[in-house]
């Protein structure tokens, strides 16, 4: 099972950008009048989300939440908006033409980087402690669980 972290542009068209625990893009698409169905059909097909993103601070849409309930992800907004002049900057480093995809994509980049040191923090820990499945620790730690309990766990569970 992968782990990923979704981006998720609404409007006439939809996209979705999914990342893995890493920070590389797995799968990106848009579709006009996409709809609930399909941008969960399209997640599900890229992984198991832990992140829902937008690019909007306080407006997350109606659709975006009834995706999210959908997995029982955490959401993610970004403290302010996101500016044009920052997506647009963005999407040419990138190479991202289509707008609706540039915008799911920041958003779930947006969220990825604001959990970067932690995830990292978790990799260097599972390393050192030879914990097999570093993106299923990640996934809990993001879920809320410390990685000590997350470590505790697996080895109350070897006894």
């Known amino acids: 099972m992968t782990h990923i972290i979704v981006g998720i542009d609404t409007g006439k068209t939809s996209a979705v950008a999914c990342i893995d625990l890493d920070g590389n893009l797995l ?44 997995f029982c992800a955490m959401l993610y907004t970004p403290e302010r908006d996101i500016s044009m002049y920052a997506k647009r900057h963005f999407a040419r480093r990138m190479s991202i033409g289509n707008p609706h995809e540039r915008d799911a994509y ?8 604001a959990h970067a040191n932690k995830l990292n923090q978790v990799e260097r820990i599972a390393r050192k402690n030879n914990f097999a499945d570093i993106d299923a620790m990640k996934a809990k730690v993001i879920g809320r669980h410390s990685a000590r309990e997350v470590l505790e766990n697996r080895n109350a569970n070897r006894r």
């Open 27 to 70: 799968h990106i698409a848009h579709k006009r009048n996409g709809g609930i169905k399909w941008i969960v059909d399209s997640i599900r097909n890229a992984g198991t989300p832990i992140i829902i993103a937008n690019d909007k601070h306080a407006r997350t849409s109606s659709l975006i939440k009834k995706v999210n309930a959908s």
């Open 106 to 113: 920041i958003s779930a980049r947006k969220a990825y980087n």
